[in-house]
């Protein structure tokens, strides 16, 4: 199964870091006898970076995202004896979702689209057959100039975006992304479809 691949292009950020391990699934066992900070250190820490990508994604901004990370921070802080295992990346990365959601509805409540009308809109759109693969749309936006491509992302819907990003760009499986958004797998791919349609659309001038 093939991957859109935007990594290369579509980073918010100039400088990266290696990629980092992800907490095993069994890390209650092997964190139960840190403290807050260390648990902090083992479970956050790696994913700080993603973290940051994510709400420079769904914020527009630097600025606006370092703030929303900081908030998140905190909060998986307050947290953190709460994590039972599985996808440390998830967990991370839902904490920054809602933490940045909280953000826009308070500073920038006109940029949050109605989940429940972007809901019915796929309904009645999404078309059963979309896959990840080796397509015409795969295609299309792996050849897309990047400043066009970071436009057209920008461009889609926060809950489009976010799960085009975390797909496309952080290279999230549907399960950690459905973990993270707190979603079906279902409703995942039917976003994920709609995200690419819509940003095929904008690249090629459709309406």
Known sequence: MTVVSLQSKTRPIEAERPPMRLVASDAPDSLSGLDDNARFRSIVMPH???????????TGNRTDAEDVVQDASMR??????????????????????????????????????????????ELEQANPGDRDGDNPEAVLIAKADAD???????????VFRETLVLRDI??????????????????????????????????????
């Open 48 to 58: 700080i970076d993603e973290a940051y990508r994510l709400a420079h994604w769904l």
């Open 76 to 121: 998986a802080f307050r947290a953190i004896r709460s994590y039972a295992g599985g996808s440390a990346r998830s967990w991370v990365l839902s904490i920054v979702r809602n933490t940045a959601y909280s953000w826009l509805h308070k500073n920038r409540p006109a940029a949050v689209v109605n989940v429940e009308d972007l809901e019915s809109v």
């Open 170 to 207: 952080e290279g999230l499986d549907y399960r950690e992304i459905a973990q993270a958004t707190d979603v079906p797998i279902g409703t995942v791919m039917s976003r994920l479809a709609r995200a690419r349609h819509r940003l095929i659309a904008t690249l090629t001038g459709e309406r």
């Open 148 to 158: 066009q491509l970071r436009t057209a992302i920008a461009a889609l819907p926060p």
